[in-house]
């Protein structure tokens, strides 16, 4: 699965589809529905009605997973993570993270850089959703991570 296409489809159907024409479009690219595990993470959010986890391939990665979270029928949030093995020399994450933090500012402008607990994070936001990415070492591997929130609820 290509990042820059699911940046795009995040940007767009966050604030427009119902989660579950999200939830069908991830089934429509072959990804592998998986029981969902709440996050630490989810702590911090909103409260949502039900969450809804894939797993799928992306090029160069490790390990690579889609998240949906729903509330009142549409979309709290969602997002994909994504585990890159460590290079002998360069991380295989930099160009991917590029990539994508070029992609977000592209509709976005300029994020707010922060870090917290080694891991960088740039949050970005307008008048319909909220977004951030963010990189960090787990295990050894470099994780990235994409989360676009419906503003709705963040009010």
Known sequence: MDTSELISVLIQSVPTLPASALVQQCHDWGMTPQPYQ???????????DAGH???????GSTAAGFDVLE???????A???????????????????DNMVNL?????????PMQ????????????QTVCYISKAKV???DLITVRVGNRVFWG
């Open 71 to 77: 509330k009142e029928g549409a979309i709290l949030q």
């Open 139 to 141: 295990l050894g591997k």
């Open 38 to 48: 709440p996050s630490p993470a989810d702590g911090n959010l909103p409260e949502f």
């Open 53 to 59: 986890q894939f797993r799928f391939e992306s090029r």
């Open 79 to 97: 997002g994909f993570q994504i585990f890159f093995p460590r290079g002998l020399f360069v991380s295989k994450s930099k160009m991917h993270l």
């Open 104 to 112: 977000i500012e592209q509709h976005y402008g300029s994020g707010q």
């Open 116 to 127: 917290a607990s080694g891991m960088t994070i740039l949050n970005y936001g307008d008048s």
